[in-house]
């Protein structure tokens, strides 16, 4: 631990040393293990909300922290989407911040992991521009970014997916692994690979876990259609102007209730969170 990690660790309450130490041995003091605790130290000197169990660290405020909590009371797939990073699966830990200073149009941002932490990030000041189902549609897109890095992590069998940091071997290994275990991702980021592949792999494979999640969330107070087009937010156009795969077989009309849709239902409707 830094000076500040053990000032923190030192002035915690009992119960929570008591759980670090217990997660600490329950892991068997990994080296993924150590990386959370003091992950969960770093947040507690934040005021931030640690869940061992889940292996989740909260930093949320606000109307991010609203819509949070609000998928995790009413949407089962939110919920098990979460859980792919608890124990049961140990590849990597989950931390939620805020950062305001995101670009215009950009409700949160899921950062490459390092050292087995996935950190997703979120602005409150873009979520408030937008309805409480779009600020869930943000945060399924978001989860979605992350269960892609978990199943990357799995595959390399370290704590980041940065090549440079890998040997040659290890390099082989991993692309083999996510050959054999992860095809779609395989298909997008080796046999397909554009710097917006995992946008393109989304918006092909992941739009109907994003509709579900946000369906159960708006407790499907709309049509599943409204839904499923919703999950077409940031998969539609990716950079430079260029669509995704997805997108560009749609019909004309199709693409037309889609944007109806976004303009109805994301940008405008319901606004209780906070």
Partial sequence: LNGLQLSTFNNLNENSKTDVLNYLIANDFSERAKSFAMSA????ADAGE????DEIINSLEGKALCIYNKLL???TGFKNAIKKFDGEFPVSHLSFKINNTLPSGNYGITKPPNNFNTTVEFSNTQLSNISDLGGAVAFAHEMIHAEIFRKMLSAAQKGNLDPANMTQQEQVAYVNSLRNNFP???DYYIERYKPTWNHNQMASHYRETIADIIEE?????KSRQIHEDLSWVGLRILENGVTSIAWDVLTQSEKDRVLSNFNTHFFNGASNCN
């Fill in 50 to 53: 640690v869940n061992f169990e």
């Fill in 73 to 75: 009371s009413s949407s």
């Fill in 217 to 221: 969330f708006d407790d499907s107070s």
């Fill in 41 to 44: 130290i770093d947040a507690w």
């Fill in 184 to 186: 779609g991702i395989y």
